[in-house]
């Protein structure tokens, strides 16, 4: 299946370019790289080899956007199926935090997965610490499901859903 175009309000999720990197590296800021537990920030040249890659796989379970304002470059957002189960993650450029962006790119795709994909569930985790995504993700719809051990970094992730 083809990235579809999602809008909503003045936001557009398209197929990321590789021409983003630089952007793309930019948004994933050290705040950005606590919360998804990275040792640092990712450099230009692996968000190129990533967006490189995303770009020419058509993997059928895997999706992901470059979002974007009239003003650029906001953020990403992915779709991906993770052991039978589908899970969103998502970064906003901090330039562009604090506008609900996260909210409005979590809604859209997550309405077009459970509506135009036939999904039954999405899930994420979220750092038990990383108030400001519980927040987004509470206001998207999703409900708070439990709690699970991230044994890699140390803590524990609250798990939340949103279902059909």
């Given at each position: 299946m083809q990235l579809p175009l999602l809008t909503v309000d003045e936001l557009s999720?398209?197929?990321?370019?590789?021409?983003?990197?630089?952007?793309?590296?930019?948004?994933?800021?050290d705040e950005c790289a606590r919360w998804f537990d990275w040792p640092c920030r990712p450099p230009v040249e692996r968000c190129r080899d990533h967006l490189a890659n995303v770009t020419t796989t058509h993997d059928p379970d895997s999706y992901t956007w470059a979002i974007r304002t009239p003003t650029g470059f906001a953020g990403g957002i992915d779709l991906k199926l993770d052991e039978g189960a589908w899970n969103?993650?998502?970064?906003?450029?901090?330039?562009?935090?604090?506008?609900h962006i996260?909210?409005?790119?979590?809604?859209?795709?997550?309405?077009?997965?459970?509506?135009?994909?036939?999904?039954?569930a999405v899930s994420t985790r979220v750092h038990t610490g990383n108030i400001a995504s519980q927040k987004v993700l509470e206001a998207a719809g999703f409900t708070r499901t439990g709690t699970a051990d991230n044994p890699e970094a140390g803590h524990q992730d609250f798990t939340y859903e949103l279902h059909r």
């Open positions: 999720l398209t197929p990321p370019l590789v021409d983003d990197a630089e952007d793309w590296a930019a948004a994933q800021d969103v993650s998502y970064f906003v450029h901090p330039d562009h935090r604090g506008h996260a909210r409005r790119a979590l809604r859209a795709v997550t309405g077009w997965a459970l509506s135009e994909r036939g999904v039954d």
